[in-house]
């Protein structure tokens, strides 16, 4: 399974602002659809984001449309989730994968997406 490595993480103020990537070492991004997901402390995993492959189509939970965004830098086999406005409610390990070409398993669930790197730490705290 493609694996991807998450950076970017950190501690911020609310109302502050990061920005993480999520990069392939190995393998071009180019068919693939990347899906942000996170998991806060003694909660499951929630979908954050997810971007397309074939139209570059965007997705957003309601806990973040409008202050998160998603976009793809192919030949930098990267992909970026921009993080503004943050919340503390926003604290969580965030994770990226792959997620075939439509983002399927952010959307229902079903799928079989990439395998699961270590994440990164973003902290929401004054």
């Known amino acids: 399974q493609p694996q991807l490595a998450e950076f970017g993480g950190g501690l911020v103020q609310p109302g502050g602002s990061l920005r993480l990537s999520c990069t392939a070492s190995?393998?071009?991004?180019?068919?693939?659809?990347i899906a942000w997901f996170r998991q806060a402390p003694g909660k499951g995993r929630e979908g954050v984001s997810c971007?397309?492959?074939?139209?570059?189509?965007?997705y957003y939970a309601d806990s973040v449309r409008g202050r998160f965004t998603i976009t793809r830098d192919n030949p930098k086999r990267t992909v970026y989730l921009q993080m503004n406005s943050l919340k503390p409610e926003d604290t969580a390990v965030y994770y990226c994968v792959t997620d075939g070409g439509y983002c399927s398993y952010y959307r229902s669930g079903k799928g079989d997406p990439g395998s699961w790197g270590r994440g990164t730490q973003v902290t929401v705290s004054s």
């Open positions: 190995e393998f071009a991004l180019d068919y693939y659809a």
């Open positions: 971007i397309s492959s074939t139209d570059g189509r965007t």
